[in-house]
């Protein structure tokens, strides 16, 4: 029996691509519960996310980011691309997600920022959508010749299609060093701050188009009552006419993103959950450096 043995590996890795390539949605699949926020309309994600993957040879500490965005420039939006690029400056290993078949002028202007030394591979994501397996192998060669990449290695983030592969080719590029956080461990962010952005998803998930960029969630309460967690939060809004919609006719519309959230948290945290949701206008908030610095934007 002369089995080498491998080495543990540990090391971060930055998600990174423009707004709706299902970057959360790969993180979520690869740690293997929801712990960043997703939804059918980019720019969900707000800030850095983090997710950790303990294997048997490696601990794979995940930073999810905004999508890269080129042309709002309100103050969160900036706050949002600073999230990105400081993402990079720590990671061993940056993932560039991309969709299958679309290798658009916006990927080429972000993997055009991305600093020469890092290894990058390329994510080809949501190939559950070709309509035609057989255009997967023309693309991939087609990215291939844009760039050095380290690997490149298609996945579908809604199917877990690819997903374990994927952990076990990044691991290799990690370096060798014992694992940083406990097997049982799956994300460095607060309850308090997962518990707002459940509330947040569901904004996304269920109002319109314009709301969910005018809103927000700040948490005005959490505390712990023996096993049950008693949750006070508020969504902030720009307009007077923003509450109304939320609140929805009888209250019904803020019972049903009170009701969702919930079960997502009971869910996370493993535990009861007693949620209080309250609306508040905040007019022009998304400019509002202080109020951007209360909700952790700033
Ligand atoms: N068909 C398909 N849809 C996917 C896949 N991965 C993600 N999606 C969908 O793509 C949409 C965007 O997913 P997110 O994970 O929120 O995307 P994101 O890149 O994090 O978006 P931002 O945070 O807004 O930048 C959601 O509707 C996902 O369900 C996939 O593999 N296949
Ligand atoms: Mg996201």
């Known amino acids: 029996m002369s089995q080498k043995l491998e080495a543990f590996r540990a090391g971060y890795v930055a998600i990174i691509g423009r707004p709706n390539v299902g970057k959360s949605t790969l993180l979520n699949s690869l740690v293997g519960q929801k712990v960043s926020i997703t939804s059918r309309k980019p720019q969900t994600t707000r800030q850095r996310i983090t997710g950790i993957l303990t294997r048997d040879d490696a601990q794979l500490m995940f930073v ?3 999508g890269f965005q080129t042309r709002h420039v309100s103050a969160l939006n900036r706050h949002m691309n600073r999230a990105v690029t400081q993402a990079l400056t720590d990671v061993d290993v940056i993932l560039l997600v991309i969709e299958a078949g679309r290798f658009s002028a916006e990927d080429r202007a972000l ?5 020469g030394k890092r290894r990058v591979l ?5 190939i559950d959508r070709l309509a035609d397996r057989g255009l997967l192998l023309p693309f991939i060669a087609e990215v291939a010749g844009t760039h050095d990449f380290a690997e490149i290695v298609p996945v579908s983030a809604t199917k877990g299609h690819g997903v374990d592969e994927l952990a076990r080719t990044i ?3 990690l370096p060798e060093q014992p694992a940083l956080y406990g097997a049982d461990e799956i994300t460095e962010s607060t309850e308090r701050f997962l518990a707002a952005e ?3 998803e569901k904004l996304f998930r269920l109002l319109g188009d314009e709301l969910p960029y005018a809103s927000a969630v700040l948490i005005d309460k959490f505390v712990m009552e023996g ?4 949750i006070h939060a508020s969504i902030i809004v720009d307009k007077d006419a923003h509450k109304g919609i939320i609140i929805g006719a009888q209250g019904a519309q803020l019972k049903a993103i009170g009701t969702k959230a919930r079960l997502d948290m009971e869910k996370l945290f493993g535990g009861k959950v007693h949620l209080e949701l309250w609306v508040k206008v905040k007019r022009g908030w998304t400019e509002n450096q202080q109020v951007l610095k209360q909700l952790g934007y700033g």
């Open 171 to 173: 691991s290799r590029y």
């Open 64 to 66: 999810d980011t905004p």
């Open 122 to 126: 390329l994510v080809i994501n949501k």
């Open 227 to 230: 096993t049950m967690r008693r």
């Open 111 to 115: 993997l055009a920022l991305l600093p």
């Open 198 to 200: 459940m509330i947040r």
